[in-house]
């Protein structure tokens, strides 16, 4: 496994994520949604999550990461992930009001059988460079946002220019 590309965090040992937002309390036990997904690409594997906030409920807030499954800092937080089967929202504001953690259960979302999957197309891959693997990826997706309007369609542009193994 490669060396690491991005820095990921944690709260009280926990899988975490930060959120950077101008009013966090309006975040606060909203309903949400979780999606991971596997890319597998040429140059690498890559997983991905995105996750929607419904504090508008016809108009969600989302956020998005896509990293490298063959870093190996990359490759011990989407296990400690998998075994806690919860991730810690950590907001954060951007002017003076109070941040929060929540914890949230991804019990459900199929992580288990991606990260399995994701280990053996690692296996099978031989070699990758997950840098290329990523500028690659973002390439299409930066491409596609604007024209196709929302993460999952841009995800979807991925998939059409990278069809997935079986």
Do not use: C
Request: charged share 25%.
């Amino acid at each position: 496994m490669g060396g690491p590309t991005i820095e990921l965090f944690y709260y009280d040992e926990k899988p975490a994520w930060r959120i950077l937002v101008p009013h966090p309390a309006r975040f606060k036990g909203v309903r949400y949604r979780i999606r991971f997904q596997l890319f597998s690409l040429p140059q690498g594997v890559l997983v991905g999550w995105w996750l929607r906030l419904y504090d508008v409920p016809d108009q969600p807030y989302f956020v998005h990461r896509v990293v490298d499954l063959g870093d190996s800092v990359v490759w011990e937080y989407m296990r400690r992930l998998d075994k806690t089967q919860s991730i810690v929202l950590v907001f954060e504001s951007t002017g003076t009001e109070q941040g929060f953690a929540e914890e949230l259960s991804i019990d459900g979302t199929g992580l288990d059988m991606l990260f399995k999957d994701g280990e053996r197309r690692l296996q099978s891959a031989g070699g990758t460079d997950g840098r290329a693997a990523l500028d690659a990826f973002m390439s299409v997706f930066n491409d596609a946002l604007p024209k196709r309007g929302d993460v999952g369609a841009a995800w979807n542009a991925v998939f059409e220019r990278y069809p997935q193994p079986v």
